[in-house]
């Protein structure tokens, strides 16, 4: 099984959700993880080509 970031992200959506429901309180960590995360895989490509 191939998995690519167009489909975990609807998959880390829908996790995170439902967390939200079930702990409020944890809606500040998750969105801190989730952008980070997408921050990164967002920047990996680009943190191993040097441009000079």
């Avoid at 809606?27 to 989730?34: P, S, T, V």
């Avoid at 952008?35 to 040097?50: A, D, E, Y």
């Amino acid at each position: 099984m191939h998995v690519d970031i167009i489909t975990l992200q609807p998959l880390v959506a829908l996790i995170f959700g439902i967390l939200i429901l079930i702990l409020p309180r944890l809606l500040n960590y998750l969105i801190a993880i989730y952008l980070i995360l997408v921050g990164l895989t967002g920047l990996f490509p680009h943190l191993f080509t040097t441009s000079v």
